[in-house]
Every structure is written in C-alpha cells, then in structure tokens.
C-alpha cells in the first residue's frame, strides 16, 4: 500500500512534500526549498533515521556536483539496503517522480518500522504494586512515613 496518491490528478511533488512532512522531515514545509534539494535531503534523512551507520549529510551550500555526488551515494546505499526499487542518480537530478516515489514509499515505510521498533525498545514498564513487606509495615506503624511526607 503507497503513501502517496498516485491518481492522475496528484501533484507528485506535492505529494511527496506531504509525505516526508507527514514521516517527520520538516525541512519539506520550506517553499523555497529548490525541488531537487528536498528530494535529495528526504532520501538522506529517510536512509540516515533506518540505517545509522551512513553519514549522508546534506550541506545547504553544496553546489550541484556534490548534490549529485550525494545522490550517487544514496543510490548505492538504497542497493545496499536492498530496497525493491532501482534508482538511479539521474532519475534524483532529473526530478523523475514515476521512479522516486516508489523508493521513497519503501523508505518512508522503513522509518515507521524503525520507529516502531525503537518505540518498543525504549518504552518501560511501570512496577507492578508489591505485597507490603513486614520492614514496610514496620516503617509505616513507626510513623517514620508521615513525617517523611511533611
């Protein structure tokens, strides 16, 4: 199932603006962000937040050679990471939406599945109430617990 709307009418980089946004990648709500920079960027930030171990950091002042470089990279990574759809680096420069957004889809699926997972990793139970041992019973009858709430 896509996250994107595919119906002939969709803008697609509209929706691909509102799905990184919805996935978390705020940096899609600028409007003056240049189309190939917000591409690139999304797939950087989606790959970064599944698989920590690349550094695909993008630099607002990079020029178009090393954004395409960048895009080279991500290419090879998305191989790596054995996503089901091929993309090449011209398809990212040439805006080629019919190509990307089945990429981006999987990885922004991936980033839900990271979340998910790493929700479940983190989140901690509260204690169970225990049966009162005889030392509480003890501490509580002593008066001890009054005063250590005033």
């Known amino acids: 199932m896509s996250i994107f709307d595919t119906g002939a009418e969709s803008d697609p980089f509209s929706d ?21 920079d917000l591409l690139v960027g999304g797939l950087a930030w989606a790959i970064t937040l599944i698989n920590m171990e690349v550094d695909l950091s993008l630099d ?42 089945p990429v981006m889809d999987w990885l922004l699926q991936k980033v839900v599945e990271v979340r998910a997972e790493n929700e479940a990793a983190t989140c901690v ?20 617990a009054a005063r250590a709430g005033d």
């Open 125 to 144: 139970s509260l204690p169970s109430p225990r049966t009162p041992t005889p030392a509480d019973t003890a501490f509580q009858a002593s008066g001890h």
């Open 16 to 36: 691909l603006s509102r799905g990184l946004v919805d996935a978390g990648y705020f940096r899609a709500r600028i409007s003056s962000l240049p189309k190939f």
């Open 60 to 101: 607002d002042q990079a020029n178009l050679g090393q954004k395409i470089k960048l895009a080279e990279i991500i290419c090879k990574v998305l191989t790596r990471m054995k996503c089901p759809h091929r993309l090449m680096a011209h398809q990212i420069q040439g805006l080629d939406f019919p190509a990307v957004l």
